[in-house]
């Protein structure tokens, strides 16, 4: 749903607030993210999702770090995990390097967006820049070894003081082992991959369905696309292939 402070969520298990802090200043973003918050906090929400996009985008001014770190601080947290990976659109992160497809990410079409190229595809290296602490690498071996071995790998980056840990990723069963592992942890933030992880951890304790927010409609509908990313253009000429279509 759209933020709007007032609305109370009724028989749902989860909520979802849709806010426009991907490219504002960073102490907008951070105003708009930690508002939304407070609403979540009186809802009684147990975790705290903050989803960003599966090829990172930001600068060495934000909006991802910012927006964690504000978010850490408003709950208290001192530890929290990087995982933007998204295996099934080929956005997968090996060694703490983010690939769109078989690409590293500095040399995909990211490289020339229009508000955040991205010259850097080393996630650690990329979160430091505009966060507040050190970000380690949980390498896909660990993962490969199942939730114990995950978990141990994360109980040493904090213990060894680093703030931010950084998921390898590179299939589905990656993400389900990252959901089981951090389906407690009160913020977690990372693309629409780890949702999902978490979201078959939740189903299995037998959280009810969440209440359908929207329902389908009939009638005619239109499809607009204002960017001009790479991925965006393909997407746009294959529509065009099958429906009709105007460019302004």
Same mark, same amino acid.
């Given at each position: 749903m759209?933020?709007?402070?007032?609305?109370?969520?009724?028989?749902?298990? #989860?909520?979802?607030?849709?806010?426009k @802090?991907?490219?504002?200043?960073?102490?907008?973003?951070i !105003?708009q993210? =930690? &508002?939304?918050?407070?609403w979540?906090?009186?809802?009684?929400?147990?975790?705290?999702?903050?989803?960003?996009?599966?090829t990172?985008?930001s600068?060495a001014?934000?909006?991802?770090?910012?927006?964690?770190d504000?978010?850490?601080?408003?709950?208290?947290?001192?530890?929290?995990?990087i995982?933007? #990976?998204?295996?099934?659109?080929?956005? @997968?992160?090996?060694?703490g390097?983010l690939?769109?497809? !078989?690409h590293? =990410? &500095?040399?995909?079409g990211?490289?020339?967006?229009p508000?955040?190229?991205m010259?850097?595809?080393?996630?650690?290296?990329?979160?430091?820049a505009?966060?507040?602490g050190?970000?380690?690498v949980i390498?896909?071996?660990?993962?490969d070894?199942?939730?114990?071995?995950?978990?141990?790998?994360?109980?040493?980056?904090?213990?060894?003081?680093?703030?931010?840990?950084?998921?390898?990723?590179?299939n589905?069963?990656?993400?389900e082992?990252?959901g089981?592992?951090?389906?407690?942890?009160?913020?977690?933030?990372?693309?629409?991959?780890?949702?999902?992880g978490l979201?078959?951890q939740?189903?299995?304790?037998?959280?009810?369905?969440?209440?359908t927010?929207?329902?389908?409609?009939s009638?005619?509908?239109?499809?607009?696309?204002?960017?001009?990313?790479?991925?965006?253009?393909?997407?746009?000429?294959?529509?065009?292939?099958?429906?009709?279509?105007?460019?302004?």
């Open positions: 759209m933020f709007q402070p007032g609305a109370q969520p009724e028989g749902c298990d #989860a909520v979802v607030i849709s806010l @802090t991907r490219s504002c200043p960073a102490q907008e973003a !105003k993210s =930690l &508002a939304a918050l407070a979540l906090k009186k809802q009684g929400c147990q975790q705290v999702y903050f989803k960003y996009c599966s990172f985008d600068t001014e934000g909006n991802i770090g910012p927006v964690t504000a978010l850490m601080v408003a709950l208290d947290t001192s530890f929290t995990v995982s933007p #990976a998204l295996p099934v659109n080929g956005r @997968t992160v090996y060694q390097y690939f769109v497809m !078989k590293l =990410l &500095a040399e995909s990211m490289r020339h967006h508000i955040n190229p010259t850097d595809s080393y996630l650690p290296r990329l979160m430091e505009q966060a507040q050190r970000c380690g390498p896909a071996q660990a993962l070894e199942g939730v114990a071995a995950t978990r141990a790998a994360l109980s040493r980056l904090q213990q060894e003081g680093y703030r931010y840990a950084v998921l390898d990723a590179l589905e069963r990656h993400l082992i990252q089981e592992v951090l389906r407690d942890t009160p913020l977690v933030t990372g693309g629409s991959g780890l949702a999902m979201a078959r939740w189903a299995k304790r037998g959280a009810s369905q969440a209440r927010a929207g329902y389908p409609l009638g005619r509908a239109v499809v607009l696309s204002g960017s001009c990313s790479q991925m965006t253009n393909q997407q746009v000429a294959c529509y065009r292939q099958h429906a009709p279509h105007t460019r302004r």
